[in-house]
């Protein structure tokens, strides 16, 4: 569950302070599948850093599953992000000189799993993403849809309850975000908890629930009635 | 994480920039073979000045003039009057600790034996001389009583001065001429010394031996010897017997500045000076070079965090911690340093191989130096590796990330 509780984020930029977030409130339940909208600056990416615990609020309280965060040090930042997030990056964030299996892996390494156990869920995850043939290439050996789906197989590795894809639909076309999308749904009805920055109102509608930001204020906060069904769209 | 990751991605990233890594790697190459080279050169050559000088007879002391002072750059006539050809029994009656000395006057003059001739440096001493350095006779017979006692025109050559004059021929019994000045003498060749080869400054081969008393009262009519070369007991009473000796001087001089006496540890631990000073200045050059080494380590480390900012970013948005981030560099710098430390350590030991077998001396690379240039080598990764590893440990995930 994710809880923020006024929370502001201040960027001091020399004399000129940016408030990227003013004093935001929203709770995130488990198994929900949430989409962020807003225009450019609005403050998203920014939020989704405080949820991913890479940042943390200037102002006001988070807590994610019940911690609050505020009394946590990096290290023990680092291990959260390590057990409860999965993170979907627009630019997909692989790491170029290593394999996708390898790349997979590297959750699994930070919380010290035996390469062993590493290798055969590394498989099990590239499987689930349907790129088992590719688990011994390199990220610059593959298309945009692939890596985006080598980039979920690693969020989802560590079993962690959240996800969070900002933008992860950014960089590819139409088709292939459906496929991103159609992923994110599975995991959604796994019951983990799916939180996404889009744009796009055509991948927004997949939500259960959509929060408009606009100037680092929340703009409206609705529920979807009807989610949007992937191959279903039209 | 485990270590061994860390060091397979470390060894990875190095591995994808060899010619990059390799020439960061320069510094410490050389630093390292520079080590190697110099303890192993310095300590080869100091092995041979020990030996050579054993070679020349063990725990010598040398009896010469000393330098006199303050009389306005003239030798004085006392500074050659000091040594008598009896005070050699004197000495050792009066010094216990002494086993054997010799009288010597050394000189020089031609030698003629038929069309040949050679210019010679003579040596006038007595038997003794001979016991105390070594030197044995490869023919012939050593002097007798009556050859000193009754001054007789006898003579033994060095071996290599026996081929010059001789060749072929067996030179015993044959008679050479020495001149000296306007006056010719005639001398019987009655032994040949065996070859000792060219020991420090010194070399037998290529001279003549006169019994000191011929020397003193024919070729030159002297009444003083240059000095003497005697032999302590042992290495522990050396510094015994030239205190003895210098208090027999001092009772007949009253200066002990008027003579020089030497004991071989003295001039062993001279060598041994010499050598460290070379290996202090060689040292030296090689810290620098190893200083440049871990600047170049650091060069490197600092480009490849930078260049890897988004890798790190990424590493810890997934959960690394600041330890893994760290150790991951230091272990990339510890690499590189001890990479390059290996193959300053082949090279310096080839580069010692060379000059040991051109000097002519003992090969020596101990596991003690190898350890030390390993160590060193491995310490400059980590030194010049926390800079650095703590600058990658320490960035904030969300710059990292949005790094471009
Ligand atoms: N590190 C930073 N330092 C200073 N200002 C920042 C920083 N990060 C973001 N901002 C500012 O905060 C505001 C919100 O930025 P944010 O990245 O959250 O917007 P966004 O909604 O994600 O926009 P986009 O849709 O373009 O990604 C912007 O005005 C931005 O300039
Ligand atoms: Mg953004």
Redesign the interface.
Known sequence: MIQLQDVSKIYQMGQVTVEALKGVSVTVEKGDFVAIMGPSGSGKSTMM?II?C??RPSKGMYKINGTNVEKLS??QL??L???EIG?V?QQF?L?P??SLAQNVE??L????VS?KERHHRAQEALELVGLSDRAHHKSNEISGGQRQRAAIA?ALI?KPSIILADEPTGNLDTKTGEMIMSLLIDLNNLGNTIVLVTHDPEIAAYAKRVVRLRDGLINSDEVNPVPRVVGGGE | MLIIDIIRVALKSLAGNRLRSFLSMLGIIIGVAAVIAVVAISSGAEQQILDSLNNLGTNMITISHGMTRGTGGRISQSTTDLFTYEMADQIKALCPDLNNIAPYVDGSGLLVYNDTNVQGRVRATTPEFFEMVDLDLAQGRMFSEADLEESRLVVILGSEVATDLFGETNPIGQEIKITRGNYKFSLNVIGVFESKGQVMFTNYDSQVFLPVTTWMNRLQSIKYVNGFSAQARSNEVAEIAVAQVEYFFYQRYKDLDKVNVTSQTEMLSMASDFANTFKILLGGIASIALLVGGIGIMNITLVSVTERTREIGIRKALGAKRRVILFQFLIESCTVSLFGGLLGLGFGTVVAMLVSHLGGWPFQVTAFSVAIAMGFSMMIGLFFGIYPASRAARLDPVDALSYE
């Open positions: 850093n991913g890479l940042d990096d290290n680092a291990e992000r390590n057990k993170f990056f964030h790491l000189r290593i590297l959750p390494i930070y919380a010290g390469s690693r560590n």
